[in-house]
């Protein structure tokens, strides 16, 4: 049975990452989606809310569960058996980036293999950090996330946005 891991920290969970959970889904017969814990990073959303989300939008896929991670994403793949790390490309940015990782996670366990796998069309400019801007100044992000993290964001912001 194959597993592939799709680490991310998803915050916010955006319609791209959902396109890719939606297209991998026919690839792999399994898949965890991985929510990292990266204390060094500041999330706008806690773990909590992250997973809450998340765990509503796979509903929809069989061969999709949900995990959190507090190690490195490398050795949560090699503890469950997998050796496909999915990564999502919008840009040559993008790549430059994911490309290094993967070489990084590859030297630390040779047998991890990173699918990149590329955006939609219509997700290029669809960004976590975009997305927390636009919503913190009551811009229009529905293309950008589904419904529930528009609610989430909207509540997020709640004291910007009073007019």
Do not use: W
């Amino acid at each position: 049975m194959a597993t592939a891991v799709f680490p991310g920290s998803f915050d916010p969970p955006t319609n791209g990452h959902l396109s890719i959970i939606k297209r991998a889904s026919k690839l792999f017969d399994k898949i965890d989606v991985v929510i990292a814990v990266n204390p060094s990073k500041q999330h706008l959303f806690s773990q909590d809310e992250r997973y809450a989300m998340m765990s509503e939008l796979i509903k929809p896929y069989e061969n999709v569960s949900l995990y959190i991670c507090d190690e490195l994403i490398v050795n949560y793949a090699q503890k469950i058996g997998a050796n496909v790390l999915l990564r999502g490309i919008r840009s040559v940015n993008d790549f430059s980036y994911e490309f290094d990782l993967a070489l990084m996670n590859n030297m630390l366990n040779p047998k991890m293999e990173t699918l990149f796998i590329p955006t939609e069309r219509e997700y290029v400019v669809v960004k976590s950090s975009s997305i927390k801007e636009l919503a913190q100044f009551g811009g229009d992000i529905s293309y950008m996330v589904p419904p529930i993290v528009e609610d989430a964001l909207k509540k997020k912001f709640q004291r910007y946005n009073l007019k």
